[in-house]
């Protein structure tokens, strides 16, 4: 199995740009999760999603950040306008029901 | 409500000798229990997890970990460190269903040569 499988690795943007990251879980998985970690405040769980439906979007910082999921095999994770502290490192993670959480390579976001 | 206390947020160990990161859990019910590991600059990675199976459960790297339901405790062991094990560590509860996860705040390893 390849993993979850997250892109693009590494974005760097200037402030006000939309920015997009993307997210395939591993095959059979129904739950995923989007997370933010930083030096400041660690990982948040900032968004999951059961059987491709949000469940849970109160880690979600503000309405600049928005994400979907319209099927099972993909997700995406917006953000507009971009602001300079949203640079963190933002992981996703899938698992199937009544197992544990297999984390994604992350994605390194640098607003400039 | 479930939530995961990690009581320290480092721990420093000379290569050879034991490793002990503690992890005290808050559960409403029977919890599953996970440990991960991320190295510097790289993803989470499961080391071990605990299920309501046997107590004393075994993970990869050498790492062990024994769920202790009178003291809530969840703690990692390793018999002898190594420079590799030098990383951050996460315990983990798990919601109700698996629906969610609660995450400790982690546990920087430093292992000294």
């Known amino acids: 199995d390849a993993g979850v499988i997250q892109s693009p690795r590494h974005e760097v943007t200037e402030m006000g740009q939309e920015v997009t990251l993307r997210c395939k879980p591993i095959?059979?998985?129904?739950?995923l999760f989007w997370y933010r970690q930083t030096m400041m405040r660690g990982l948040e769980l900032l968004i999951y999603?059961?059987?491709?439906?949000?469940?849970?979007d109160s880690g979600m910082p503000e309405d600049r950040f928005s994400a979907k999921m319209p099927n099972a095999s993909f997700s995406t994770l917006k953000i507009q306008p971009s602001e300079p502290r949203d640079s963190a490192v933002y992981f996703c993670?899938?698992?199937?029901?009544?197992?544990?959480?297999?984390f994604g390579p992350g994605t390194r976001l640098t607003v400039t | 409500a479930q939530s995961v206390t990690q009581l320290d947020s480092h721990v420093s160990v000379s290569e050879g000798t034991p490793v002990l990161l503690r992890c005290n859990y808050s559960?409403?019910?029977?919890?599953?229990l996970f440990w991960y590991v991320q190295h510097p600059n790289k993803g989470l990675q499961l080391l071990l997890k605990y299920t309501s199976a046997a107590t004393l459960v075994k993970g990869i790297n050498g790492f062990e970990a024994e769920f202790k339901k009178s003291e809530t405790s969840f703690h990692l062991t390793k018999p002898s460190a190594h420079m590799s094990d030098a990383a951050e560590y996460f315990c983990v509860v798990s919601g109700d269903n698996f629906n969610k996860f609660y995450f400790g705040s982690g546990t920087k390893l430093n292992v000294k040569p």
């Open positions: 999603f059961n059987n491709n439906v949000p469940i849970d």
């Open positions: 993670a899938s698992s199937r029901a009544g197992s544990e959480q297999y």
């Open positions: 559960s409403s019910y029977s919890p599953s």
């Open positions: 095959s059979g998985h129904n739950s």
